[in-house]
């Protein structure tokens, strides 16, 4: 199983776990939070972590069934809450044993990001605008995800090289945006960046030099080592950097 299921294999244990109580809370059935939507999560982070007991399922969409009847807010009563408490602990008792098998990752990492944008790569909310997101290619959104991966994992030297090439990535789109012409070859970050220091902002010039005198050429090198902190502060500071070079693109 891959090590990003960690976080899912948590919120299965919570949603079982609340559904579980439900003989003491007797919570409601539909809307906001309510048990049909929880149910129906459950079944999803079951099917993501391979979880294949189909009478597990099967009473599942039962209950869904079931429950759909209620009106929206309405609470389900005691007899009901007691016999889903009951069916939702043969579902624990099963998933339990099937999870015990697998395995994963526990995620501590000492960073100053939010860990469940980074785990669940919402790459895209650390941008200021979703306009941004959505003019970076194809590449360059796979390794701005990927390093956030890197990131939630405690992974941060690669997590740094992938910033990199992804800032790099945009860098060659702004020079062929500016020139109008394909890029012939390989030109490096500092030939890019001198090339078009007559037609980009003082201030783009002098952070594309920062991120490569500090960031760039360090992370090429095979001594260097990046901390956690390091590399998310890189992260932030290399989208702000995107984000100038898309609007000046």
């Not at 244990?13 to 439900?22: D, K, N, R, T």
């Amino acid at each position: 199983m891959p090590e990003r299921y960690a976080y899912t294999i948590q919120l299965i244990g919570g949603y079982l776990q609340w559904l579980i109580s439900q003989d003491n809370i007797q919570d409601k059935a539909k809307g906001d939070r309510g048990i049909i939507s929880t149910l129906k999560r459950s079944k999803e982070f079951l099917e993501e972590v391979e979880f294949n007991e189909k009478w597990v399922f099967e009473e599942i969409d039962n209950w869904i069934s079931k429950l759909s009847k209620y009106k929206v807010g309405q609470k389900i009563i005691k007899q009901t809450a007691e016999k889903l408490s009951y069916d939702t602990g043969n579902w624990f008792t099963e998933v339990s044993s099937y999870l015990e098998k697998c395995y994963y990752w526990e995620i501590r990492p000492e960073g100053i990001s939010d860990l469940k944008k980074l785990f669940e790569e919402e790459t895209q909310s650390f941008f200021s605008k979703k306009n941004y997101w959505k003019k970076l290619s194809k590449v360059a959104k796979h390794d701005l995800d990927e390093a956030c991966l890197c990131l939630a994992f405690e992974r941060p030297t690669a997590a740094a090289f992938l910033i990199m090439r992804a800032t790099e990535g945009v860098l060659r789109h702004l020079y062929e945006s500016k020139t109008q012409q394909p890029l012939q070859g390989f030109i490096n970050w500092g030939e890019l960046t001198k090339k078009l220091q007559s037609q980009i902002s003082p201030l783009l010039k002098d952070n594309l030099n920062h991120l490569k005198n500090n960031f760039r050429n360090p992370v090429a090198h095979p001594d260097k080592i990046y901390s956690q902190k390091e590399a998310e502060r890189l992260l932030h500071n290399a989208i702000n950097v995107i984000e100038q070079m898309i609007d000046e693109s």
